[in-house]
């Protein structure tokens, strides 16, 4: 929590500025139906919403404005353990009541009436204190991670991972891009007259008019790998190539992990490319709202040419990757 709170501080100026949050739901990985309304709020709101964040981390309210998947449920796990026995008692059932059991315990203790320490009592105190030394000398790296001018987020000092550093969205992305896949059944991808068509995503933007989903806290990875890959290059991201080349192929390991095949029951597509495009949320009240749209989208350019199976055969090889048609 702290890392996270120290990373934002030093990262992005909009975190110093308080207009992080004008961007944050539009364009965080993979937004929720709750994240286009919390778009809309007042800046004032917006300010708020930063520097509460700055005092508590905004634990709940980021959990459900955004598919954050399982980060703000990993943060929430470990402060459970700051409860008192006896007050998480009734999660457990028990003969006389586990929550009185506890209350029995801690009395006995009180009093000076706990038994004598058992062998195996002994050598788990024993066990505990070895622990709580090796996490606390391993922890000497990650503290002074903390307090330096350059933090690194989301970094393992030691092999074995025990300890390591956490810290989300020191960086805001400003807009929303997106890789849109579309494929073909055109012989010529540079005939004007071709009809491209789009596959959908379990989750992230594409169709115009498809609502924000809710997963939290089920994690869509390949959504949001796309997301990554929006505002890099393919060839900084090849992986986002061998999808295509399994799409040519209609490999259904692939489209089992998307929502909407345009080429369901037809032929495979002759064609596959990638379209870049910028979304941003539709205002309430517009014309796009009217037609029952959540985005409005416009054009950059084209992300990756499009290419066949047999055009990405030479591509496939020097990577190693097993051809989809063989």
Known sequence: MLGAGLIKIRGDRCWR????????????PVPNPMSYYMHQSPWWFHRFEV????????????????NLSFLNWLTIVPSLACFDDASMGFLFSSG????????????????????????????RRVVNVALGILIGYL???????????KQVMNTSFDPLRIVNTYGAFGSITKER????????????????????EEYQFL?????????????????????WLMWFAAFQTYEQSEWVIHIAGRLLANDTSVLSLMEYNP????????????????????????????????WVRKRIGAYFPAVDLA????????????????
């Open 17 to 28: 500025d308080l207009t992080c949050m004008d961007y944050h739901y539009e364009t965080q």
């Open 51 to 66: 520097l509460s964040n700055h005092l508590i981390e905004l634990i709940v309210t980021l959990i459900v404005s955004g």
């Open 96 to 123: 006389r009541g586990a929550k009185q059991a506890v209350l029995d315990l801690q009395a006995e203790e009180a009093a000076g009436r706990t038994p004598k320490p058992t062998r195996g009592m002994l050598i």
């Open 139 to 149: 922890s000497f790296p990650v503290v002074l991670n903390l307090l330096s001018s």
């Open 177 to 196: 891009t997106e890789v849109i896949l579309q494929g073909t059944l055109n012989a010529d991808p540079k005939d004007p007259e071709a009809v491209w």
């Open 203 to 223: 989750c992230k933007p594409g169709d115009l008019t498809r609502r924000p989903c809710l997963i939290s806290p089920y994690h869509y990875r390949l959504d």
């Open 263 to 294: 080429f369901q029951g037809r032929d495979n597509p002759r064609w596959v490319r990638g379209e870049h495009f910028k979304y941003r949320f539709s205002l309430p009240g517009s014309a796009s709202a009217a037609q029952g749209k959540w």
């Open 311 to 326: 055009a990405l055969r030479g591509y496939f090889k020097s990577r190693n990757w097993p051809h989809p048609d063989l």
